[in-house]
Nanobody, 123 residues
Framework: QVQLVESGGGLVQAGGSLRLSCAAS????????MGWFRQAPGKEREFVAA????????YYPDSVNGRFTISRDNARNTVYLQMNSLKPEDTAVYYC????????????????WGQGTQVTVSS
């Protein structure tokens, strides 16, 4: 059974940084795509970043490109989201997701989801 456990959320001032972690277990993820999504209160869940585990190709929307970096650690079976230059509008619950199909990494067509971790950016 696939399990995704996020950690690293918290409260940070605008301009600060946080690193989120997603510990994955229950499968060999080498052929998976891994994604980060977020959902702010009253808003729809949106794509934040994705990585193809094998090869490491990454994807970002314009809203975070250049500020956020997704990476993976093969030995630890962990995906990270380094978030720099945080803004109050980045405040949301951040979710890790995994899917065995590589196509459309920006879409929310992921089979497995974590519980989420809260990120709050104060102005």
């Amino acid at each position: 059974q696939v399990q995704l456990v996020e950690s690293g959320g918290g409260l940070v001032q605008a301009g600060g940084s946080l690193r989120l972690s997603c510990a994955a277990s229950g499968r060999t993820f080498s052929s998976y795509k891994m994604g980060w999504f977020r959902q702010a209160p009253g808003k729809e869940r949106e794509f934040v970043a994705a990585i193809i585990w094998s090869g490491g190709m990454t994807y970002y929307p314009d809203s975070v490109n250049g500020r956020f970096t997704i990476s993976r650690d093969n030995a630890r079976n962990t995906v990270y989201l380094q978030m720099n230059s945080l803004k109050p509008e980045d405040t949301a619950v951040y979710y890790c997701a995994a899917d065995p199909h590589r196509f459309r990494p920006e879409a929310q067509e992921y089979e497995y989801w974590g519980q989420g971790t809260q990120v709050t950016v104060s102005s």
